[in-house]
């Protein structure tokens, strides 16, 4: 069927995890990648929330002393987006419009890594999933972190559900 060829070509993430605590960042390395495009908003923290986690800024020193880049890449506005990057001292890219190809492409650039050597994490599939895997970037998804979102992330998230549902019989995540 063609929307099942769609979704195991486009929305079936490399990986699964619970949240970004659970990635092996040693693994990431063995296997060749030196830079991370990593989602905001329900990856690294809460959508309605300032603060990021201790133990998920314990995880970017980790990347960053194991030599692995992390930029953030949000479709949120500059000012939080820019706010908390500043706080974790990372690169971030805001009103990035993802899935767009571009967006992916200008963090690539701001890693200065070719996209072999990229890997993307994001909560969402049809912009973090979606987007790492038209550019066959190495693609993480983790669970969202808090309920509230946007109304639109909201009717996406019913589709999404159905998705992972799907994955899940195959035991693709
Ligand atoms: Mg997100």
Redesign the pocket.
Known sequence: MRWERFILKYLCPDFYHTNICEINLRYLKKIGIRGIIC?????LLA?DNHEVRPEFKEWILKAKRLGISICIL??SLQERVNRIARKLEVPAISKALKPRKKAFKLAINRLDLIPNKVAVV???LF??IYGGNRLRLLTILVE?MGKKEFIS?QVIRLIEKKVKKYLKSKSLI
């Open positions: 989602d905001l908003d329900n990856t959508w949000s479709n994001g909560d969402q912009t973090d969202p992330t």
